[in-house]
C-alpha cells in the first residue's frame, strides 16, 4: 500500500478561520532526519566567535530590511496588529544583536584556571576549564510570539551565539511567517560565510516528536502548554541518552495587593490591573491570572476600577480557533463554579471574537483542596480571578497551594516600600519561592531584554532553572570542560598562557 501524501500546512487567517494559503507540508521522520543529519554535519562552521557574531549581527539587518513583509505575514496569521508586532520585531533583533555582543565579550565561556600547586593538599594539577556549544539544538516556535519566541526568537539567537546550529519546528498559528523568517536567517549565515544549513525549519506535530527524540539532538528549548511540553519533556528524559529540556510551559503569575496599598490608590491599581490582564487579548505567558486582593471597602474600590476598565475592552481575536474553544469552554467552567461571581463576564465575543472579563471569589474557597483548584490553572485568554482574602492568614494559605510561576508581583503601600511596616518584608519572603521574577508594584506582562533578566521559575513555569530571556539564555546550550596538564600547543586558544584572545578569566585559589 502506497505511503499516504504529507499533510499540508496551511496559513489561516484566526480573524475569520479560512485558509489564506498552503504554506508547506508536514515533514516526514526522513525529512526531519535529514534536517538534524545536515545540521549536525555543519555544526564546525558555528566555532569562530567573529563569523557568529556576525551572523547574530546580519540576520537582525535582514529582518529589519524585510520588516513591512514579515509584520504583514505575521499580522494575517495571528491578528496580533501591526503595532504589536512592530515592538515585537524590534525586540527580536534586538535579541540578535544583543547576543553578538555577549559572544563578542565572552564571559559567557566561564574561563577558569587553577594552575599547578604542590602546597595544597592533595596537591592541584593544572587545570583550565570552559565552555562549549553542546551540538544541534531542537527550538519549538511559540504561538503567542510568532517573531520574539519563534524561529527568529531568543532560543534560536541564543543557541547559535552559543555555537549550536538549530532544527526550529515551526508553529501551526503562523507558518508563513516562520519560513519567511527562517529564510532571512539562512541568507544572513551565507551571506557571513556560513553554510545555510545552520538553520532548519520543520513542520508538523508528528515532526516535533520526531525531533526531541533524534540521536543527534543536544538539547531542546519550548514555550507552550503544559500538555504540550510536558509530553516533550518526558520524551527527552526517556531517550537511551537524556538530553536537557528547557521548557516554559504555563504560568498564574499571582498579584498581591496589600489593604494598605488598596487604600491608598485603589483606582490606579484596578485600572493597571485590568490593562495587564487583557494585553495583547490576554495572551501574554505573564498575563496576571490570579490576585488576591483585600475584602472589605478598598477591595471594593479595586474591583469597581477593574470592572469599569475591563468592560471597556473591545472583543478580541485569540491566534485561532482552538484557542478560543478552550478560553470559552473555560471560562464557563470556572464561572458555574459555586461562590464564583462575574463582574464582567468573560467569553465569546462573537463568531470569532472573544470578550474579557473577571473572576471573584472568597479567597477561602481557594484556602483549600477541591474543585476550585480549577481557578489556581491558567486561562489563556483576557480574563483573571480576583480572590478576597479577610486576612493576611487567609492570603498566605491560597499562596502556599499555587505552583511555580514565571513572574509573582505585590503592591504595596508608601508605608510598606519604605519599611515601616513588616508586611512588604513578609510577601516578598512568601513569593520569592514560588516565581522567577518578583515585582514591587507594575506589572508583569513586559519582560526586559536585560542582562539581569530572568524569564523561568519553578515547574510548571519551566522545566529548569534557567532563563529564556537575557544574555544568560545562552547558558543552556553549553556544557563544562576541563583540561588538566594538558601541553599550552594542545590547549584551546580561549585557555592557553597570556589569554592571548582577551577573554574574560578567573585565575588562582580564589577563582
Not at 233 to 251: M, N, W
Amino acid at each position: 500500500m502506497a505511503a499516504a501524501p504529507p499533510a499540508p500546512v496551511w496559513s489561516v487567517d484566526p480573524r475569520t478561520g479560512k485558509p489564506r494559503e498552503q504554506v508547506a507540508v508536514e515533514a516526514t521522520p526522513e525529512e526531519v532526519d535529514q534536517a538534524v543529519r545536515s545540521a549536525h554535519a555543519v555544526r564546525d562552521a558555528l566555532a569562530g566567535r567573529e563569523v557568529r557574531a556576525a551572523f547574530l549581527r546580519t540576520a537582525a539587518d535582514l529582518l529589519d530590511e524585510s520588516a513591512d513583509h514579515v509584520i504583514e505575514a505575521a499580522d494575517a496569521e495571528t491578528a496580533l496588529g501591526p503595532g504589536r508586532l512592530t515592538g515585537e520585531l524590534a525586540r527580536t533583533t534586538y535579541q540578535l544583536r544583543s547576543f553578538a555582543d555577549v559572544v563578542d565579550e565572552g564571559a559567557y565561556l566561564d574561563v577558569l584556571i587553577s594552575r599547578a600547586d604542590a602546597t595544597q593538599t592533595p596537591p592541584w594539577p593544572d587545570l583550565r576549564r570552559y565552555k562549549v556549544p553542546l551540538g544541534v539544538v531542537a527550538v519549538y516556535a511559540a504561538s503567542n510570539f510568532p517573531l520574539a519566541f519563534s524561529v527568529p526568537g531568543g532560543d534560536t539567537a541564543s543557541a547559535l551565539a552559543a555555537g549550536c546550529p538549530v532544527v526550529i519546528k515551526a508553529h501551526p498559528d503562523h507558518p508563513a511567517t516562520a519560513e519567511l523568517c527562517a529564510d532571512a536567517l539562512r541568507r544572513a549565515a551565507e551571506r557571513v560565510g556560513l553554510p545555510g544549513d545552520v538553520v532548519q525549519l520543520v513542520h508538523g506535530f508528528d515532526a516535533g516528536v520526531e525531533l526531541v527524540r533524534h540521536p543527534l539532538v543536544k538539547a531542546a528549548g519550548f514555550t507552550g502548554s503544559v500538555r504540550g511540553g510536558r509530553a516533550l519533556f518526558d520524551a527527552a528524559a526517556a531517550r537511551p541518552q537524556p538530553i536537557p529540556f528547557h521548557g516554559e510551559l504555563g504560568s498564574l503569575n499571582p498579584v498581591v495587593i496589600t489593604e494598605a496599598a488598596a487604600a491608598e490608590r485603589a483606582e490606579e491599581i484596578g485600572a493597571g490591573l485590568a490593562a495587564s490582564m487583557t494585553l495583547g487579548v490576554g495572551q501574554f505567558c505573564t498575563k496576571p491570572g490570579l490576585v488576591l486582593a483585600p475584602a472589605g471597602e478598598a477591595g471594593d474600590r479595586v474591583l469597581k476600577a477593574l470592572t469599569h476598565e475591563v468592560s471597556e475592552v473591545e472583543a478580541g481575536v485569540l491566534l485561532d480557533h482552538r484557542m478560543r474553544a478552550a478560553y470559552v469552554d473555560g471560562v464557563r467552567e470556572r464561572a458555574e463554579l459555586p461562590d464564583v461571581d462575574a463582574p464582567v463576564t468573560p467569553g465569546a465575543g462573537g463568531e470569532h471574537t472573544v470578550g474579557a472579563g473577571c473572576l471573584t471569589v472568597p479567597a477561602a474557597r481557594l484556602a483549600a483542596e477541591g474543585a476550585h483548584d480549577l481557578l489556581l490553572e491558567e486561562c489563556f485568554g483576557p480574563v483573571t480571578v480576583v480572590a478576597r482574602y479577610a486576612d493576611s492568614a487567609e492570603a498566605s494559605a491560597v499562596l502556599s497551594r499555587l505552583p511555580g510561576n514565571l513572574t509573582a508581583t505585590v503592591q504595596l503601600s508608601a508605608a510598606e516600600k519604605a519599611g515601616e511596616s513588616e508586611r512588604g518584608a513578609e510577601l516578598l519572603a512568601e513569593l520569592t519561592p514560588l516565581a522567577g521574577r518578583v515585582l514591587v508594584d507594575g506589572w508583569p506582562t513586559g519582560v526586559a531584554v536585560a542582562p539581569a533578566q530572568h524569564h523561568g521559575g519553578p515547574y510548571p513555569a519551566t522545566t529548569s532553572t534557567s532563563t529564556s530571556v537575557g544574555g544568560t539564555a545562552i547558558e543552556r546550550w553549553l556544557r563544562p570542560v576541563t583540561y588538566q596538564n594538558t601541553p599550552e600547543p594542545l590547549l584551546p586558544p580561549e585557555l592557553r598562557d597570556g589569554n592571548p584572545l582577551g577573554l574574560p578569566r578567573r585565575e588562582g585559589r580564589t577563582a
